[in-house]
């Protein structure tokens, strides 16, 4: 991957992921589910403890009883297949940080496919909902759904631009201290 | 990237990313770090509120500061280059989340580049220490540090295949239930 072009076609996929929230119709083939989660296994996570298990949700009426849980991932309703998190709930701020680690990579294994694809969470009492709709152990931790479907060609209405915009470099960016930008003549 | 061909070179990339704690010298040009950032710049937050900011740490006594206090990032001391982030220190849940996030696309923006990275934390007493040697305000978080270095040619010792091993599919996943495997016929 030190090639050049290489570098500068995986440089572009990776910054042009996006969240998708609207899907048109359509599965997902197994194998591609598959796929996604064997790049998901191998996240990194802190001492290697690989904090998660993932259910994999393909019934409809299940999808539908997500979807309506206090949080947001209601984008859920639209999707072909949801990826729902179960965390250990050990080391809870690690486990935080790991859990965005792994959903990155569904997402990006997901567009690397050619699937969209929306991470969200259900909150206060939607998490202990979806825990019991899926009878997942009290001992675990459920809040991240990640809803995959083929996206619609055309751009999704009420989707202005600027959400889905960033910030400037300038002020996000520091070189050395807080505050600080390039030195002179650094290259 | 629906190209099959080009799914499995993406897949296999995402896939084969693993921490790098052994470098070897060499400076990172300045326009690859200004290229991982760039897809740091456009990685996805809750509410896109993109709580982060970065350090680019090139100063090699500032590195060697960092990789002694308290926490796992011991690895700055070899790396050619560190970033840390500056979290808003605002929304903690959600922001260690997304901060697993942006840090997954910097280690995948950097490997893109042929360019090895190690995530750790500060911890404790480490946390505040790193924030006043990057004259960071006492409002922010800093927690993550990235280091960047080419990585050796061989394998690092000390680093046995265990350690880098992945649970298998069985046990972590699930279909529709937790615990639930496939169902008979399902494709």
Known sequence: MTDLRD????????????SVRRFRPGAIPRRVVEDILEVARWSGSAMNLQP???????????????FRLEGYAGHLAGGAVGIVLVMAWERI?????DEGRVSERISLAAAAHGVGSSVGWFVRGGRDTAKKTLIVPPERLVRTAISLGYWEE???????????????????????????GPPD???
């Open 154 to 180: 055309t751009s999704p209405p009420g989707r202005p631009k600027l959400r889905q915009g960033r910030k400037p470099f300038s002020g996000m960016v520091h070189e050395d201290r807080y505050g600080q």
């Open 52 to 66: 998660w298990e993932f259910v994999v949700v393909w019934d409809r009426r299940t999808l539908e009883d997500l």
């Open 93 to 97: 701020e690690q486990e935080t940080f």
């Open 7 to 18: 570098a500068n076609a995986i440089v572009s996929f990776l910054r042009e992921l996006r």
């Open 185 to 187: 003549g650094q290259t």
